[in-house]
């Protein structure tokens, strides 16, 4: 939550007595693509604390830890940044994803764009397995845009980062595969209280379809024809994990049980078929066997 107080811990591979700890803000440096590490206030000395408390964050910030001991100092190596995100509705910086949903297709194009106090901006991607990259790492930048199709990508988390410092929140996005058949549609950005908000259901192939299940914490909550679940003043008690699921009609298995039908009684046709010919050729021979044996006596 904005202004709440945050404990950042930091730890070495071989823990023991003399270590210092050095504690970092991380700014982006668009034009190297990394980042500069800013040491936090009263680190310039380090601290024999292994942990640091950020009082009020308000908004969505990036941090390192290193340690160091002995006369001169020897330090580590810095730690990977971790990322305190900020639940702000109303962040500094802000990302904008197209189509506005989190679940999407691999063979969608989708594009992320930075709106906020900055005329330079990278996307930041930190995939579910893998390291994190920038947009220029698999597609250029257009401007604040990048423009990404999803079949190279799987399951990660994106955010815009601007050369002044700020930070959007970040936001999940997740692949199916197109063969699956169908995803949920929902927002990619928290909804707050009030707001109307619509989840739906959308096929691969675009196909209406029929009998929707909406599940909210596997509670059935609309059951009909509708592909579409509209809350028009979101609650608390609206928060949860939503889902859905989709019956096919009956009726629609019947033509694949008919072709499957008709295909065995072609094969049987086929097989009755060899076994006559089979027959008919075995008592031909028989009977020129006859024919000769009777014209040498």
Avoid at 26 to 55: A, F
Wanted: proline fraction near 4%.
């Amino acid at each position: 939550n904005p202004g709440a107080s945050v404990t950042l811990n930091c730890e070495v591979e071989h823990p023991s007595a003399g270590w210092r700890f050095y504690w970092y803000k991380t700014v982006p440096d668009l034009s190297h693509n990394s980042y500069i590490y800013e040491l936090l206030p009263g680190n310039s000395r380090g601290t024999e604390q292994d942990s640091y408390i950020v009082h009020g964050q308000t908004h969505t910030a990036g941090y390192v830890c290193r340690a160091g001991r002995g006369d001169p100092v020897f330090y580590t190596e810095n730690s990977e940044p971790k990322f305190v995100w900020s639940g702000d509705v109303h962040p500094a910086a802000s990302l904008t994803v197209n189509p506005d949903r989190v679940q999407h297709f691999t063979s969608d194009s989708v594009s992320l764009s930075c709106e906020g106090n900055s005329t330079e901006w990278r996307v930041k991607r930190f995939p579910e397995h893998g390291y994190m990259s920038d947009c220029s790492d698999w597609r250029r930048m257009t401007g604040s845009t990048c423009n990404m199709r999803l079949y190279w990508y799987g399951n990660a988390v994106y955010w815009c980062e601007s050369g002044s410092g700020e930070f959007s929140n970040a936001v999940n996005i997740t692949v199916q595969n197109d063969y699956s058949g169908i995803i949920l549609v929902s927002p990619v950005h928290p909804v707050t209280e009030g707001e109307s908000v619509s989840l739906g259901c959308r096929s691969w192939t675009g196909t209406k379809l029929s009998s929707v299940f909406f599940y909210h914490n596997d509670k059935l909550i609309q059951n009909d024809t509708r592909q579409e679940l509209t809350i028009s003043a979101v609650s608390k008690s609206d928060e949860g994990f939503y889902k859905f699921a989709v019956m096919e009609p009956k009726s629609s298995s019947s033509p694949v049980l008919l072709i499957v039908l008709l295909l065995c009684g072609i094969v049987l046709i086929i097989l009755l078929l060899l076994c006559c010919c089979r027959k008919s050729t075995g008592e031909t021979l028989i009977i020129k066997q006859s024919l000769i044996s009777s014209d040498v006596m």
